[in-house]
């Protein structure tokens, strides 16, 4: 059984840019939530989505979205980057998100670095 | 908001039993997580507790849970150097949609 595939695993941008990280949940998983990973603030949550809705946010700026799809894929994109933007992005995925009913342990992918130049 | 404390380093010998502990503050909190990190990796769960339950075992770890003092702990036994990494504890409550986790802890083991 497939992990959780996120891509691209490393890039680099400048500000201002923007930049779309996608990931695939593991088969059968219909919940895809997004952490980010910094030396300073530790891992964050950014978003949780189900079944093409977002269900739950963190605190992060409105530069900070993302959208899932009818397959459970999802992308989250990062418009007007920042230096502070350089972090590791960490997808995971679970059968019917994190909260619910039983453990419903999340999976995590491998992330995806952005450096922001 | 909700906050889980971890300490940032721990040395150990290898053979030795590693004991990583996390406080977290959410009396609601349903489910506790341990997960490790290795350099340029994701979060590989390691192990989890309900928490109406004291003490879980699962070949070389253990987790200990103390509710009342919303105290955690994960005990490696013989602790080999493949187990240097980061650990993180990480909690959820009933309503949450979401993880809180600690700063992780760097497990570090000596030969």
């Known amino acids: 059984k497939a992990g959780v595939t996120q891509t691209p695993r490393y890039l680099i941008k400048t500000r201002g840019q923007q930049v779309t990280l996608s990931c695939s949940p593991i088969s059968g998983h219909r919940s895809v939530s997004w952490y980010q990973q910094t030396p300073g603030q530790g891992l964050q949550f950014l978003f949780e989505?189900?079944?093409?809705?977002?269900?739950n946010k963190g605190n992060f700026p409105g530069r900070f979205s993302g959208r899932q799809f009818s397959n459970s894929r999802s992308e989250m994109n990062v418009s007007t980057l920042e230096l502070g933007d350089s972090a590791l992005y960490l997808c995971?995925?679970?059968?019917?998100?994190?909260?619910?009913?039983?453990?419903?342990?999340?999976?995590f992918g491998a992330g995806s670095r952005l450096t922001v130049l | 908001g909700e906050d889980v404390e971890q300490s940032l380093f721990l040395s150990v010998r290898e053979g030795d039993s590693s004991v990583i502990n996390c406080t977290y503050t959410?009396?609601?909190?349903?489910?506790l997580y341990w997960y490790k990190q290795e350099p340029g990796a994701g979060l590989q769960l390691l192990t989890y507790i309900f928490s109406n339950m004291d003490m879980k075992q699962d070949q070389r770890l253990t987790v200990l849970l103390n509710k009342k003092d919303k105290h955690l702990s994960l005990r490696i036994a013989d602790t080999q150097t493949g187990d240097s990494a980061i650990y993180f504890c990480?909690?959820?409550?009933?309503?949450?949609?979401?993880?809180?986790f600690g700063s992780g802890t760097q497990l570090t083991v000596l030969p």
């Open positions: 959410d009396s609601s909190s349903t489910y």
């Open positions: 989505y189900f079944s093409e809705t977002q269900r």
């Open positions: 995971a995925s679970t059968p019917t998100g994190t909260g619910e009913s039983g453990a419903n342990v999340l999976t």
């Open positions: 990480a909690e959820v409550s009933g309503s949450a949609r979401q993880l809180t």
